[in-house]
């Protein structure tokens, strides 16, 4: 059993409504330190596989055919025994 | 200048539907490997302090009133430079 924490979060230069309203708000709360938020995606899957290579083809196809819309997002991964 | 990594998650125990729903699709697409799915926020905060300790209390604070429900949400969070 493999377990992959994947990061989805918009490509640098995508508009982050989410990001802004967070850091609208934290700044309204008294966190005047706050320079930038970005809100993305954590996905964790677990997977039935055993070997690693495999866990890592098989969550790369998943992030391209349905995780991450590679217009706007960026996606990264580790696996985890 | 740190950036901080902050993961919300449901609680285990707690139903995360949108899991369920990615799971099902992921089956769909034929990835029948796939034993459970999580859906989860990942929110990424840079914050103008030096101090890491500074830091880490201030990422808590914001976690504990703004970013997380505690009643069904745990949070976890990485620091870096």
């Known amino acids: ?5 994947i990061h989805v979060r918009f490509k640098s230069g995508v508009l982050d409504p989410q990001g802004t309203a967070v850091k609208g708000a934290l700044k309204q ?3 005047e330190n706050v320079v930038d938020v970005r809100v993305g995606k954590l996905i964790e ?22 995780l991450a819309n590679p217009v706007i997002e960026d996606y990264s991964f580790e696996l985890s025994v």
Not at 1 to 5: C, E, K, S, T
Not at 47 to 64: G, R, Y
Request: aromatic share 4%; glycine share 4%; with cysteine.
């Open 45 to 66: 899957v677990k997977l039935n596989v055993e070997d690693e290579k495999d866990a890592k083809d098989e969550i790369k196809s998943m992030c391209e055919k349905l």
């Open 29 to 31: 709360l008294g966190f």
């Open 1 to 5: 059993m493999i377990n992959a924490r």
